[in-house]
Structures are given as structure tokens and as C-alpha cells.
């Protein structure tokens, strides 16, 4: 394994799970829910951390740096639905679906879960910084990072 590519390889493991930690510590921690869009951005996060560790268990080359290349395209995905997202928060264009609250229980329960579900708009950003919102972040880390990811490996062609 060529140094470049090992770094692409730690590269492809670490972001999308410090931006998955970053996620949850903005959610559980700060107090920001996560709407249905910011869910999708989650999901190809979750995918490109699986693929990186199970790379990290492949012994042949060529084929750790094809699981590589699929945890950046995971994170690439996860960057262009981060971008439309903020799109739909800067009012750029609309969204696809309409924003849920998460609701459980049963009875008097689920009256009351419904009164206490906190509305999560996808078009509205909860938190920004320098003008640019967590999707715009997303966007812009998680794509960048892809691509840099991508363009280690491919400088790195010869095994």
C-alpha cells in the first residue's frame, strides 16, 4: 500500500465519521433535531464508514482501493444531497417531501409524544456559521473530502 493511498484510506474512515459524531453531538448534545433531509445525508455516511473498515480487512491491493473508491462515492452522496438540501434551506428551490416530527406510543402516550414532537423544517437552517448552514457544510466537506479521496488514488495507480 503506497502511502497516498493509505492516507486516502484513513481519509475515506475518519471524515464521514467525525461529520456522523459531529451529527449526533450537534443532535443529542446541541440540541438541534434532524429534519428527514438531514437523515439522508446520515445514511451514505454510515455506508462509507462500513466500506472503509471493511477495506481495512482486505489484503489484496487493487481491491481495498476499489471498497476506498465506493466510501468516497458514499460520501460524495452524501455531499450532493447535503447541497440540495441547502438549497432548499437558502429557498434556492423546493424540497422533495414534506418535514416530519419522529412520534411513539400508544393512547394518552402518543397524544402527549405528538404535543411534545418538535417540528423540524427541512427549508429552515437551525444553526449557521459564516452564513453557510450544517447542509451547506456537508455539502461542502463531504464532497471536497470525496474528491480529494478520489484524486489520492487515482495518483496513486501503480500497486
Known amino acids: 500500500m503506497t502511502p497516498k493511498f493509505d492516507k486516502a484510506h484513513w481519509l475515506a474512515f475518519l471524515l464521514p465519521a ?5 451529527a449526533y453531538g450537534s443532535q443529542y448534545i446541541g440540541g438541534l433535531f434532524p429534519c428527514e433531509m438531514c437523515w439522508w445525508q446520515r445514511y451514505p455516511h454510515f455506508a462509507a464508514v462500513v466500506i472503509a473498515l471493511v477495506a481495512f480487512g482486505v489484503s489484496n491491493a487493487a481491491y481495498r482501493k ?7 462515492l458514499a460520501m460524495a452522496t452524501s455531499g450532493l444531497i447535503g447541497g440540495f438540501h441547502a438549497g432548499v434551506e437558502y429557498g434556492y428551490w423546493e424540497g422533495l417531501t414534506a418535514c416530519t416530527a ?9 397524544l402527549q409524544s405528538i404535543m411534545n414532537a418538535p417540528l423540524v423544517r427541512c427549508d429552515v437552517a437551525p444553526w449557521t456559521l459564516f ?8 455539502f461542502l466537506l463531504s464532497f471536497g473530502g470525496a474528491m480529494l479521496i478520489l484524486g489520492m488514488i487515482w495518483r496513486s495507480k501503480k500497486l
Open 18 to 22: 467525525a461529520l456522523l459524531g459531529g
Open 66 to 72: 476499489v471498497l476506498v473508491a465506493l466510501a468516497a
Open 102 to 110: 419522529t412520534i411513539s406510543g400508544s393512547g394518552d402516550d402518543l
Open 131 to 138: 452564513g453557510i448552514s450544517l447542509a451547506g457544510y456537508n
